[in-house]
């Protein structure tokens, strides 16, 4: 069974501060793996899709990394900004049926 | 563009009732999941369909009951509530996996408390 976790649980930086956001997963054999935002009470925002065969994925101040073997994902943030606070979360896609397992989340604060 | 729609936002059930969460999707998407997402927890596959007509169990399904009779919609029944059944429940929708680079979209949720 895929377990997935992320650490820290929470997190609290400066404005400007560089974000960096851990996943890890128990089974490699995974088929994508995806981070997500998620607004209070609102309902979970794509950011980036890392594919298997891929090592990472960038979108504007956002870059993800995949490393397989060891099975970690890394979700950078640059240069943070207050409406960045949210929670993210990450969720592994199997190789077999593609369904996700997701990780419980960081949430994030960063202060003005 | 709507997106996944889910209905009610919030809603407070007495033991024992029934009710079904709604949910729907202007996409075109295959594949609909829903799941359920409690305080500190990951979210976690109550059921899921690969098209109208076929759906499947996912990691907690039990108390719980869906159909898909249309590409658009995939409601959520709970028959009998029970206090555990407290949680925060996410609709989501993708088009099919095989190319393993689709993600998936949610709806905002619905929040219901079984008192």
């Known amino acids: 069974k895929q377990e997935v976790t992320q650490i820290p649980a929470a997190l609290s930086v400066p404005e400007g501060e560089n974000l960096v956001l851990n996943c890890s997963f128990t089974?490699?054999?995974?088929?994508?793996l995806q981070w997500f935002r998620q607004d209070p009470g609102k309902g979970l925002t794509s950011l980036l899709l890392?594919?298997?065969?891929?090592r990472e994925q960038t979108s504007g101040r956002l870059n993800a990394s995949l490393d397989k073997s060891s099975g970690r994902s890394t979700l950078y943030i640059a240069a943070s900004q207050p409406g960045d606070s949210a929670t993210y979360l990450c969720a592994v896609g199997r190789s077999n049926d593609y369904k996700l397992s997701f990780g419980a989340g960081t949430t994030v604060t960063v202060r003005a | 563009n709507a997106g996944v729609t889910q209905t009610p936002k919030f809603r407070i059930l007495k033991i024992g009732q029934s009710m079904t969460l709604q949910c729907t999707q202007d996409?075109?998407?295959?594949?609909m999941y829903w799941y359920r997402q409690d305080p500190g927890m990951g979210l976690k596959l109550i059921y899921y369909?690969?098209?109208?007509?076929?759906?499947d169990k996912g990691e907690v399904p039990n108390g719980y009951n869906v159909s898909r009779s249309t590409t658009e919609d995939f409601p959520l029944r709970l028959e009998l509530a029970a206090p555990s059944q407290t949680s925060v429940y996410f609709c989501a929708s993708s088009y099919s996996l095989v190319r393993g680079d689709q993600p998936q979209h949610f709806g905002d949720g619905t929040r219901l408390s079984i008192l």
């Open positions: 890392i594919q298997s065969s891929q």
């Open positions: 996409m075109n998407h295959n594949y």
């Open positions: 369909s690969v098209g109208a007509g076929i759906t």
């Open positions: 089974d490699s054999a995974i088929y994508n």
